[in-house]
Nanobody, 115 residues
Framework: QVQLVESGGGLVQAGGSLRLSCAAS????????MGWYRQPPGKQRELVAT???????TYADSVKGRFTISRDNAKNTVYLQMNSLKPEDTAVYYC?????????WGRGTQVTVSS
């Protein structure tokens, strides 16, 4: 079992910044990639960014150049630095990882960007 706990969401004006954190605990020794997903109101969950244990990253086109995913393997924590936020970034942001073929999700943290 892997537990993921997100933090750092909130309300911010357009153009502002937020930093999300996701702390992993439990059976984490087999974790490789970790990622952030988001679910805007009334829409499906979508991939935002991923990072492997070696630091290789991928981003959704909509966040490239604005968001940065990073990872502290010693703390088993993944971060999402979000800059130049837009109202369309408003969503519940979820942390995700996989271990032994089982997908794990955090409970999510709300990010609201006002115009």
């Amino acid at each position: 079992q892997v537990q993921l706990v997100e933090s750092g969401g909130g309300l911010v004006q357009a153009g502002g910044s937020l930093r999300l954190s996701c702390a992993a605990s439990g059976s984490i020794f087999n974790i490789n990639a970790m990622g952030w997903y988001r679910q805007p109101p009334g829409k499906q969950r979508e991939l935002v960014a991923t990072i492997t244990s070696g630091g290789r990253t991928t981003y959704a086109d909509s966040v490239k150049g604005r968001f940065t995913i990073s990872r502290d393997n010693a703390k088993n924590t993944v971060y999402l630095q979000m800059n130049s936020l837009k109202p369309e970034d408003t969503a519940v942001y979820y942390c995700n990882t996989e271990s032994y073929g089982v997908n794990y999700w955090g409970r999510g943290t709300q990010v609201t960007v006002s115009s």
